[in-house]
């Protein structure tokens, strides 16, 4: 883990703004409306860039970064990408700066964006210019220089992406998020972290025993986790950046489903030694804070806290009426609203990074679902849908997207669709089988 | 010792066979992991389905004994006999409930009266529940079937000292099918006696 902060750090050294971004007024009416689900992708066309040296390094890293940025713009949903062999001029070849390039032969083929760049390399160290232009203006939008290492082109990708995403949505996108989950296929569940897109899986926790429920800090460097390491389900915490673990449940009982609450290192977690379940608040040391859940009934469950992102409210899922349903508590006044009426089975709730929405998973005709439903309740709206079981919902930190478990394909993965349920997708496929993903804030 | 769980069970089945205790409902689920332990999937702990696989033909009896007479679940009789041998070793619950079933009275009378008769036998009553439903609810919900399991124990004069709980939420299947059949034998309450 330290190698990759240093890698980090050593990298982004510079990111020069060769040219002032002048013509768009940062308005936002400019912004792509992450809101409407019918939204129309913006067409984008990310050429080769070009060779200063023309040695085959530079090629090599051409390619690379042409199509990591491909992938990762597909990715979120917004953009359509123009195929390479549409193109009518090849900017690596003619020139990659505005006088050079020819918009009308990028709006004949439909794209709308277009990204130039040119690359150097000496010494395994490179200097990667990224232009992005708006091609019916034919103006520049953005324009960047990064310089590292070869093995850093993926990084530059990551921040160029962002530089694009932050010019349509106003907001830092999820190329720096991560994301945590069980997997079983060592033969135990450990929690393993990948990339925002399902690259780089790797194994985080190694219990040899069940581990699951990992919960992110809100910087991303800490994950709190429900593991049996002790012969019972207790809470611990691991710094990932030092691989210090600490068991913050010392005391008796089932001690299960950490979250941190929005900008504390405090953890609400439920504990059962007091009778019923109750969720309560602790400090990342494992001091008890107070019990956030009243005790209800001795056999009560109170269980999955998720806070609002001001860290104001929480939801849970309580069994006080019966079945398990969605409540959501106020932290100030204590007052507790049920959120969730559909149904019998109402779990796994997950605030949406602008507070507005609360994901869940409800049983309906016999399957876990994925519903979304207004934090101040309402009518829920069904995001999957057919066989399988789809459960576990996690919104990407800009709340454009919303990872879940699913056993659509017989083993459960993790998947991703859009926050109105569209472009479905598997995340990724490792050995046994993966649930309970969580996502990470973008952690540059 | 869950070795020696296994083989006082099987001897508790040639009892049964002899003494021609038509056996309660309950017995015949213990187990029953050793008919499903060949599919036994990747993702589940295998241990149970290994010490079982020992049990193969006798399980087929009890399972066809408890098939002829479900009125036989009632019978505190039956409970009581296999009680005096090694204690009842589970009790099961309904879908999403951790509420003791009528049904399962006898068993945990039983199981008090043993541990009365075994004062220095420590029992650590395992909460589990059936895969279906979210894996961490799951691990709330286990846990309250083991407490009420120790609850009802500790009303009939067990000490509670003698008990302790963990939940296994749907970790640790008895039966690793995905069927009803199964679901209803992966609910219990286990009492892991030592």
């Given at each position: 883990?330290?190698?990759?902060?240093?890698?980090?750090?050593?990298?982004?050294?510079?990111?020069?703004?060769?040219?002032?971004?002048?013509?768009?007024?940062?308005?936002?009416?400019?912004?792509?409306?992450?809101?409407?689900?019918?939204?129309?992708?913006?067409?984008?066309?990310?050429?080769?860039?070009?060779?200063?040296?023309?040695?085959?390094?530079?090629?090599?890293?051409?390619?690379?970064?042409?199509?990591?940025?491909?992938?990762?713009?597909?990715?979120?949903?917004?953009?359509?990408?123009?195929?390479?062999?549409?193109?009518?001029?090849?900017?690596?070849?003619?020139?990659?700066?505005?006088?050079?390039?020819?918009?009308?032969?990028?709006?004949?083929?439909?794209?709308?964006?277009?990204?130039?760049?040119?690359?150097?390399?000496?010494?395994?160290?490179?200097?990667?210019?990224?232009?992005?232009?708006?091609?019916?203006?034919?103006?520049?939008?953005?324009?960047?220089?990064?310089?590292?290492?070869?093995?850093?082109?993926?990084?530059?990708?990551?921040?160029?992406?962002?530089?694009?995403?932050?010019?349509?949505?106003?907001?830092?996108?999820?190329?720096?998020?991560?994301?945590?989950?069980?997997?079983?296929?060592?033969?135990?569940?450990?929690?393993?972290?990948?990339?925002?897109?399902?690259?780089?899986?790797?194994?985080?926790?190694?219990?040899?025993?069940?581990?699951?429920?990992?919960?992110?800090?809100?910087?991303?460097?800490?994950?709190?986790?429900?593991?049996?390491?002790?012969?019972?389900?207790?809470?611990?915490?691991?710094?990932?950046?030092?691989?210090?673990?600490?068991?913050?449940?010392?005391?008796?009982?089932?001690?299960?489903?950490?979250?941190?609450?929005?900008?504390?290192?405090?953890?609400?977690?439920?504990?059962?030694?007091?009778?019923?379940?109750?969720?309560?608040?602790?400090?990342?040391?494992?001091?008890?804070?107070?019990?956030?859940?009243?005790?209800?009934?001795?056999?009560?469950?109170?269980?999955?806290?998720?806070?609002?992102?001001?860290?104001?409210?929480?939801?849970?899922?309580?069994?006080?009426?019966?079945?398990?349903?969605?409540?959501?508590?106020?932290?100030?006044?204590?007052?507790?609203?049920?959120?969730?009426?559909?149904?019998?089975?109402?779990?796994?709730?997950?605030?949406?990074?602008?507070?507005?929405?609360?994901?869940?998973?409800?049983?309906?005709?016999?399957?876990?679902?994925?519903?979304?439903?207004?934090?101040?309740?309402?009518?829920?709206?069904?995001?999957?849908?057919?066989?399988?079981?789809?459960?576990?919902?996690?919104?990407?930190?800009?709340?454009?997207?919303?990872?879940?478990?699913?056993?659509?394909?017989?083993?459960?993965?993790?998947?991703?669709?859009?926050?109105?349920?569209?472009?479905?997708?598997?995340?990724?496929?490792?050995?046994?089988?993966?649930?309970?993903?969580?996502?990470?804030?973008?952690?540059? | 010792?869950?070795?020696?769980?296994?083989?006082?069970?099987?001897?508790?089945?040639?009892?049964?066979?002899?003494?021609?205790?038509?056996?309660?409902?309950?017995?015949?689920?213990?187990?029953a992991p050793?008919?499903a332990a060949?599919t036994a999937t990747?993702t589940k702990p295998a241990d149970d389905a290994?010490?079982?696989?020992?049990?193969?033909?006798?399980?087929?009896?009890?399972?066809?004994?408890?098939?002829?007479?479900?009125?036989?679940?009632?019978?505190?009789?039956?409970?009581?006999?296999?009680?005096?041998?090694?204690?009842?070793?589970?009790?099961?619950?309904?879908?999403?409930?951790?509420?003791?079933?009528?049904?399962?009275?006898?068993?945990?009378?039983?199981?008090?009266?043993?541990?009365?008769?075994?004062?220095?036998?420590?029992?650590?009553?395992e909460?589990h529940c059936d895969e279906r439903?979210?894996s961490?609810?799951n691990?709330?919900?286990g846990?309250?079937?083991?407490?009420?399991?120790?609850?009802?124990?500790?009303?009939?004069?067990?000490?509670?000292?003698?008990?302790?709980?963990?939940?296994y939420g749907e970790e640790k299947p008895a039966v690793p099918d995905h069927n009803?059949d199964a679901w209803s034998k992966n609910r219990r309450?286990h009492?892991?006696?030592?």
């Amino acid at each position: 883990m330290k190698k990759v902060w240093n890698k980090i750090s050593l990298l982004i050294v510079i990111v020069v703004l060769l040219i002032p971004v002048m013509a768009l007024a940062q308005n936002d009416d400019e912004y792509i409306t992450i809101t409407d689900p019918n939204i129309k992708k913006a067409p984008i066309a990310v050429p080769l860039l070009k060779s200063m040296t023309k040695s085959q390094d530079e090629a090599k890293l051409s390619d690379e970064a042409s199509k990591t940025l491909s992938a990762m713009l597909d990715y979120t949903g917004y953009f359509k990408i123009i195929d390479r062999a549409a193109f009518l001029e090849e900017p690596s070849v003619k020139g990659v700066d505005l006088p050079n390039i020819n918009f009308r032969s990028w709006t004949m083929i439909g794209t709308e964006l277009l990204v130039t760049g040119r690359i150097l390399e000496k010494n395994s160290d490179i200097t990667v210019d990224l232009y992005l232009y708006d091609v019916a203006r034919g103006s520049l939008l953005v324009s960047k220089r990064y310089k590292g290492k070869i093995e850093n082109i993926r990084e530059i990708a990551r921040r160029f992406g962002t530089e694009i995403i932050r010019k349509f949505t106003g907001g830092e996108g999820i190329f720096f998020s991560r994301l945590a989950f069980s997997s079983t296929g060592t033969g135990n569940k450990e929690i393993f972290v990948c990339d925002f897109d399902g690259s780089a899986p790797k194994q985080a926790t190694r219990t040899r025993s069940i581990t699951m429920s990992p919960a992110w800090s809100s910087d991303g460097s800490m994950l709190a986790y429900m593991s049996y390491q002790k012969g019972k389900p207790d809470i611990y915490v691991k710094n990932l950046a030092s691989g210090k673990v600490t068991l913050i449940t010392p005391m008796k009982g089932t001690n299960i489903t950490p979250a941190w609450v929005p900008g504390t290192t405090d953890i609400a977690a439920s504990l059962s030694y007091s009778g019923g379940i109750g969720i309560y608040l602790l400090t990342r040391e494992g001091k008890i804070r107070n019990r956030i859940t009243n005790k209800w009934s001795e056999w009560g469950i109170d269980s999955q806290p998720s806070f609002s992102p001001d860290g104001k409210n929480m939801a849970f899922v309580s069994n006080r009426s019966g079945t398990p349903q969605i409540f959501v508590q106020n932290l100030d006044s204590g007052n507790v609203k049920r959120l969730t009426y559909q149904g019998k089975y109402n779990t796994s709730p997950s605030w949406s990074p602008s507070g507005k929405k609360i994901a869940y998973s409800g049983l309906s005709n016999g399957r876990y679902q994925i519903f979304v439903i207004d934090a101040n309740g309402g009518e829920p709206q069904q995001l999957t849908n057919g066989s399988g079981d789809n459960e576990s919902p996690a919104w990407a930190p800009d709340g454009s997207l919303i990872a879940f478990s699913s056993t659509r394909e017989g083993a459960s993965r993790i998947y991703v669709m859009t926050a109105f349920g569209t472009e479905q997708r598997k995340l990724l496929a490792l050995p046994g089988e993966q649930t309970n993903p969580k996502w990470s804030t973008n952690t540059h | 010792m869950k070795r020696s769980v296994s083989i006082k069970i099987c001897m508790v089945c040639v009892i049964m066979s002899l003494m021609l205790v038509v056996s309660c409902g309950k017995k015949k689920v213990e187990t029953a992991p050793a008919a499903a332990a060949d599919t036994a999937t990747d993702t589940k702990p295998a241990d149970d389905a290994a010490n079982a696989a020992t049990d193969t033909e006798k399980v087929e009896d009890t399972a066809v004994m408890a098939a002829d007479d479900n009125a036989g679940k009632k019978e505190t009789a039956g409970a009581a006999a296999v009680a005096e041998t090694v204690g009842v070793s589970d009790i099961y619950f309904d879908y999403d409930s951790s509420d003791i079933l009528s049904s399962e009275t006898a068993a945990l009378e039983a199981k008090a009266q043993w541990l009365k008769a075994n004062p220095n036998v420590k029992t650590t009553i395992e909460g589990h529940c059936d895969e279906r439903g979210t894996s961490e609810y799951n691990l709330a919900l286990g846990d309250r079937r083991a407490a009420r399991a120790k609850s009802f124990l500790e009303k009939l004069g067990i000490s509670g000292s003698r008990m302790e709980t963990v939940s296994y939420g749907e970790e640790k299947p008895a039966v690793p099918d995905h069927n009803e059949d199964a679901w209803s034998k992966n609910r219990r309450a286990h009492f892991a006696d030592k």
